[in-house]
């Protein structure tokens, strides 16, 4: 009896102490439930405040600027000639460069992305596809100087072989790389984005007599419009800000002309020279290079809000 009443005590002990311990384990979660959300909040907001810093950066920097050079004189001359003894500082020309760039890298990877998209999702098989993207995928691992000395050296001495009057440095052989650069972009993107489309809308298209064609080009790509569209714009984003493509194979000449088979600046290559060591800190050339790099910051910004608007847009949700 004794040693009964011993065993039903001690299994008392050991659920109470399993009913503590449950207890601390609860209270420990609810910690923790409490901690990891403003954990992650915080880690959320760290890209929030980065951008805002660096636009609190640019702001002031530019303010400073336009104190000296008006803000109409900035964005309606044409001449920019910052190291001379009567300086002009008009950003068209680096506008007018950068947009013509853009245009040609535009015209190389639009086309093509998008036919190695359809092909990639629409007829490659299995075997194929998994061969083929990833290397396509190389190309977006090159570093993008690579892609200019490849510019500088190969591109422009192949198309002055055949067009004579291109300059040693202008803005089409950069263009048309930096439009080999983005191909993978366009087509990884527009790829996933009629990957996205159901099975059941191709089925249902042959089934009704389209071809393989009919039914990519008046099923498909519709229904995948809005990722196809975002994917140029985000193209068109990365062809605006790139860097060192731009900054050894078109040069530092600083035209307003829409020749492209002339040297041209764009605004990054113009940020790289100021930033070069040439500007003393406080000078007004100094200033320039954040009042461009603020036009640069507002014309990358419009294009991923312009992105954004075209996905919702034009989103199709099945």
């Given at each position: 009896?004794?040693?009964?009443?011993?065993?039903?005590?001690?299994?008392?002990?050991?659920?109470?102490?399993?009913?503590?311990?449950?207890?601390?384990?609860?209270?420990?979660?609810?910690?923790?439930?409490?901690?990891?959300?403003?954990?992650?909040?915080?880690?959320?907001?760290?890209?929030?405040?980065?951008?805002?810093?660096?636009?609190y950066t640019?702001?002031?920097?530019?303010?400073?600027?336009?104190?000296?050079?008006?803000?109409?004189?900035?964005?309606?001359?044409?001449?920019?000639?910052?190291?001379?003894?009567?300086?002009?500082?008009?950003?068209?020309?680096?506008?007018?460069?950068?947009?013509?760039?853009?245009?040609?890298?535009?015209?190389?990877?639009?086309?093509?992305?998008?036919?190695?998209?359809?092909?990639?999702?629409?007829?490659?098989?299995?075997?194929?596809?998994?061969?083929?993207?990833?290397?396509?995928?190389?190309?977006?691992?090159?570093?993008?100087?690579?892609?200019?000395?490849?510019?500088?050296?190969?591109v422009t001495?192949?198309?002055?072989?055949?067009?004579?009057?291109?300059?040693?440095?202008?803005?089409?052989?950069?263009?048309?790389?930096?439009?080999?650069?983005?191909?993978?972009?366009?087509?990884?993107?527009?790829?996933?984005?009629?990957?996205?489309?159901?099975?059941?809308?191709?089925?249902?298209?042959?089934?009704?007599?389209?071809?393989?064609?009919?039914?990519?080009?008046?099923?498909?790509?519709?229904?995948?419009?809005?990722?196809?569209?975002?994917?140029?714009?985000?193209?068109?984003?990365?062809?605006?800000?790139?860097?060192?493509?731009?900054?050894?194979?078109?040069?530092?000449?600083k035209n307003?002309?829409?020749?492209?088979?002339?040297?041209?600046?764009?605004?990054?290559?113009?940020?790289?020279?100021?930033?070069?060591?040439?500007?003393?800190?406080?000078?007004?050339?100094?200033?320039?290079?954040?009042?461009?790099?603020?036009?640069?910051?507002?014309?990358?910004?419009?294009?991923?809000?312009?992105?954004?608007?075209?996905?919702?847009?034009?989103?199709?949700?099945?």
């Open positions: 009896m004794a040693l009964k009443k011993e065993m039903q005590t001690g299994n008392r002990l050991r659920i109470n102490e399993m009913i503590a311990e449950n207890k601390n384990k609860k209270s420990m979660a609810n910690i923790m439930e409490k901690i990891i959300p403003a954990i992650l909040f915080i880690l959320a907001s760290i890209t929030i405040l980065t951008t805002l810093g660096i636009l640019l702001l002031t920097e530019a303010i400073e600027f336009f104190k000296r050079v008006p803000i109409w004189e900035f964005f309606t001359t044409t001449e920019l000639k910052p190291l001379s003894q009567n300086p002009k500082f008009g950003v068209l020309p680096l506008i007018n460069g950068t947009i013509i760039s853009t245009i040609i890298a535009m015209l190389i990877a639009g086309p093509i992305g998008l036919m190695s998209a359809i092909y990639l999702s629409e007829y490659a098989s299995d075997k194929v596809r998994r061969v083929l993207k990833p290397l396509l995928e190389v190309l977006a691992g090159i570093p993008t100087i690579v892609y200019g000395f490849f510019a500088f050296t190969f001495p192949l198309i002055r072989s055949v067009w004579p009057e291109v300059e040693a440095t202008n803005i089409l052989s950069p263009g048309i790389v930096m439009g080999v650069m983005i191909i993978p972009m366009i087509a990884s993107l527009s790829e996933d984005a009629m990957n996205s489309v159901p099975n059941a809308m191709r089925e249902g298209s042959l089934a009704m007599g389209a071809t393989k064609l009919e039914t990519t080009f008046k099923v498909v790509i519709p229904a995948a419009f809005s990722g196809i569209i975002a994917s140029f714009v985000l193209g068109i984003s990365r062809a605006i800000g790139e860097t060192m493509i731009v900054t050894i194979a078109s040069g530092s000449s307003f002309t829409f020749d492209i088979t002339q040297s041209m600046q764009t605004m990054t290559a113009y940020i790289v020279e100021v930033s070069g060591g040439e500007a003393a800190a406080g000078s007004t050339i100094y200033y320039s290079l954040y009042a461009v790099a603020l036009t640069l910051f507002v014309f990358t910004l419009l294009m991923n809000l312009l992105a954004r608007y075209v996905s919702r847009k034009f989103r199709e949700e099945y």
